[in-house]
């Protein structure tokens, strides 16, 4: 299996992963710095010119969520995501996708408009809508984990490692500043040695 990525994007999730199942890959950095994702080589391989990506074999997949829903799927033996059509399944997918698209889609869109639109681009109250957006879907989150240590109770899955790299973060932001359960919640997950070892590279 190969893995592009750079640095702190999505990809550190994928590379999280890989770290829990202590499956062999290769590690291949797109140095977005200097458009090498913009770079016909890479296009070829994701033509929307994002990372990561993951090549097993003829399959390339390149979103994040689908790279770490594959790669437990296929190594289920290592018990990081129940059974498809359990009701823990259903369960943790609800926490995947309420991650995406309620957590992860405001803290892009509020980093959109503060750094990477251009000037003329940036809407100051989109900032504000997103802060607020994220904090009411952090309230359910927050609800959501309770007094378990992981999303499912004693059990870490993939919706640990997505909810955990998104509100990791977000703390970078302040935006976590009151919801001390989940700040709690981040520090047991990233403590984990197959994080320490993924954020070393």
Not at 60 to 74: G, M, P, Q
Not at 100 to 112: I, K
């Amino acid at each position: 299996m190969k893995l592009y990525g750079f640095g702190p994007t999505r990809a550190a999730r994928c590379l999280w992963l890989l770290r829990e199942l202590e499956q062999p890959f290769e590690y291949v950095s797109v140095d977005l710095a200097t458009g090498e994702h913009q770079q016909p080589a890479f296009l070829a391989i994701n033509p929307y010119g994002r990372v990561p990506v993951l090549e097993d074999g003829d399959l390339r997949i390149r979103e994040s969520v689908a790279i770490c829903t594959y790669l437990a799927d296929r190594f289920a033996d290592r018990g990081l995501i129940p059974t498809p059509g359990s009701p823990d399944r259903a369960v943790h997918d609800q926490h995947l996708f309420f991650t995406v698209a309620e957590l992860d889609a405001p803290l892009w869109r509020q980093r959109l408009h503060r750094v990477m639109y251009p000037e003329a681009r940036r809407i100051p109250g989109e900032v504000d809508n997103a802060q607020r957006d994220f904090h009411a879907a952090a309230a359910v989150i927050q609800e959501d984990l309770g007094d378990g240590p992981f999303l499912l109770g004693e059990r870490f899955t993939v919706s640990d490692v997505v909810l955990a790299h998104t509100l990791f973060w977000a703390d970078w932001t302040d935006l976590l500043e009151g919801f001390e359960p989940l700040r709690a919640y981040v520090a047991r997950c990233v403590a984990r040695p197959a994080c320490l070892s993924a954020m070393r590279g």
